[in-house]
């Protein structure tokens, strides 16, 4: 097997010999060797024309591949095109739409589509630990629909603040460390107080802006204010890191993406938010392997997603 690869280049290349692939990710996901999805025995037989492996004791199913049980499963898409999409995603700076991904990879829009919907998923931040130390908490509005709108108008929608066609995201940022998003249905002092209690630990520092609904957290939090009527920084006192991410993401959403429904915007900032957490430490493949340890027992139907069926979904 040739080594492995560590740029785009080398990785559409190494991966679109389907024994590499296959190879590849068999090895991350069994790294103590190959075990049967449905029983978790060893005793497995590996049939090389299919590329599929075989459990000897008898139960349904007990033929499987490397997808079974991955965001994979189900689908026909090979494992080549799979990989690199994920190492296009999760080494972009902003994100890639579907109609880049179509072009670069071979296939439909749609398929595109439903591809970076499903490795997205492998992006979710399950680290559920709070943050501490010096902690940024803000809340910002992001356009919904914005499609066959005037470039202009959309990019004020999108960026601006305010309109009931817009959703509330909040966020919180441990200064040099991580970031957490949850989008709201609003913003008021109850919604708000109860994401910094679920993601803050006690005791911290705590930075936002004049917003009332942030009054109140004196008990549990060292929390200063910073009034943006007033000025944007005081010393500690800021919440730029906040500010930096959401105009990085809002730049993503208007300029690689056009639109997003406000239905699917998590999972963008599932994305962003991977991107954002493991910059730093990491090289590209680091990124890439980092989201394929995460693809096992994840699945996403096309209905899970558009609450649709796939016949008569037209995008
Ligand atoms: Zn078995």
Request: with cysteine; glycine share 8%; proline share 2%.
């Amino acid at each position: 097997m040739k080594k492995e690869p560590k740029s785009l280049q080398e990785a559409i290349l190494y991966f679109s010999d389907i024994d590499n692939s296959t190879g590849y990710l068999a090895t991350k996901r069994w790294p103590k060797g190959v075990t049967c999805p449905i029983c978790g025995s060893d005793h497995v037989s590996f049939n090389p024309n299919r590329r599929t492996w075989k459990c000897s004791s008898h139960h349904p199913r007990r033929e499987f591949s490397v997808k079974v049980g991955t965001i994979f499963e189900d689908s026909a898409i090979g494992l080549d095109k799979w990989l690199t999409a994920i190492w296009m995603l999760t080494n972009c700076k902003n994100g890639i739409s579907s109609y880049e991904i179509a072009r670069d990879l071979k296939v439909t829009q749609k398929t595109a589509w439903f591809m970076l919907h499903r490795i997205r998923l492998a992006l979710q931040d399950d680290d559920h630990g709070k943050l501490r130390g010096e902690v940024e908490v803000d809340e910002t509005f992001i356009g919904g629909k914005a499609r066959n709108m005037h470039l202009k108008k959309r990019e004020r929608r999108i960026t601006g603040r305010g309109g009931k066609d817009k959703t509330i995201v909040f966020g919180a940022l441990e200064r040099g460390g991580r970031i957490r998003t949850t989008v709201l249905a609003e913003r008021k002092k109850k919604a708000l107080h109860a994401q910094i209690k679920a993601q803050v630990q006690a005791g911290s520092a705590l930075y936002s802006d004049a917003l009332r609904s942030y009054d109140g957290l004196t008990q549990e939090y060292a929390h200063r204010v910073i009034d943006h009527a007033q000025k944007y920084v005081d010393g500690k006192v800021h919440t730029n890191g906040l500010e930096n991410f959401w105009s990085l993401f809002k730049r993503g959403v208007s300029g690689t993406y056009i639109s997003v429904e406000p239905f699917h915007l998590f999972r963008y900032l599932d994305e962003q938010v991977f991107r954002y957490n493991n910059r730093k430490g990491l090289k590209d493949s680091g990124r890439f392997n980092l989201a394929l340890s995460n693809i096992i027992n994840k699945r996403l139907t096309f209905s899970d997603l558009t609450g649709k069926t796939a016949t008569t979904y037209a995008y």
